[in-house]
Every structure is written in structure tokens, then in C-alpha cells.
Nanobody
Framework: QVQLVESGGGLAEAGGSLRLSCAVS????????VAWFRQAPGKVREFVAA????????YNADSVKGRFTCSRDNARNTVYLHMNTLRPEDTAVYYC?????????????????WGQGTQVTVSS
């Protein structure tokens, strides 16, 4: 059974950085497209970024482009979300999700496996 566990969330100041981790167990991370989504209170779940199975390309939503990037460590079976120049509007619960997809999808419904989420709070 595939399981995803996020970690690395917490409190950061505006302009600061955090790195979220998504550890995959039960399968090999390179078999999946892994995406990051976030959900703030009262808002819909929003696509943030993703890394393809190939590990060679990442896609970022316009709101985080140039500030957030994805990377993958195959040896650790882990995907990371590197968040720089954080803003208060980045405050949300962040989820990683995995799917056996041929390409990146921004629709959260197509991802089969989800982590429990990790809270990120950015103070102004």
C-alpha cells in the first residue's frame, strides 16, 4: 500500500524559506507524478507544483512561480517542495499527492494517494 507522509511545515516570517518533504513508502517514488496542493481556510484546494515521473520537469502555479520548486531524491524515495520568499498568502495546509499519470495534472481528483497534510504559517 502506497503511503505519503509530509513533514517540514511550521511558522516562518515573510521573506523566509521552508522545505517540505513528502516521504513515499510502499512503492517507488519515480513511478509516480507527485504534486503539491495547498488549502487555506475557506478556500478551495489549489495546485502548487509537481514533478513528473521522469524527475526532469516541474510545473508551478503562477502564484508561486519563481519562488517554489520541486525536487526528488530517489535514494530517499522522497519529494521536496522548496519554498522561498514566503508571503503571508502562502499560509495553508500543504498536501502531497501521487498518481500514476502520464503527465502533470492540476486537478486534484486524479491523484490516487495523499499525505495527511502539513501546516505552513507565514507571518507578516
Amino acid at each position: 500500500q502506497v503511503q505519503l507522509v509530509e513533514s517540514g511545515g511550521g511558522l516562518a516570517e515573510a521573506g523566509g524559506s521552508l522545505r517540505l518533504s513528502c516521504a513515499v513508502s510502499g512503492s517507488t517514488v519515480s513511478m509516480y507524478t507527485v504534486a503539491w496542493f495547498r488549502q487555506a481556510p475557506g478556500k478551495v484546494r489549489e495546485f502548487v507544483a509537481a514533478i513528473r515521473r521522469s524527475g526532469e520537469s516541474t510545473y508551478n502555479a503562477d502564484s508561486v512561480k519563481g519562488r517554489f520548486t520541486c525536487s526528488r531524491d530517489n535514494a530517499r524515495n522522497t519529494v521536496y517542495l522548496h519554498m522561498n520568499t514566503l508571503r503571508p498568502e502562502d499560509t495553508a495546509v500543504y498536501y502531497c499527492a501521487a498518481g500514476a499519470l502520464s503527465d502533470v495534472a492540476q486537478n486534484w481528483h486524479v491523484y490516487s494517494y495523499w499525505g495527511q497534510g502539513t501546516q505552513v504559517t507565514v507571518s507578516s
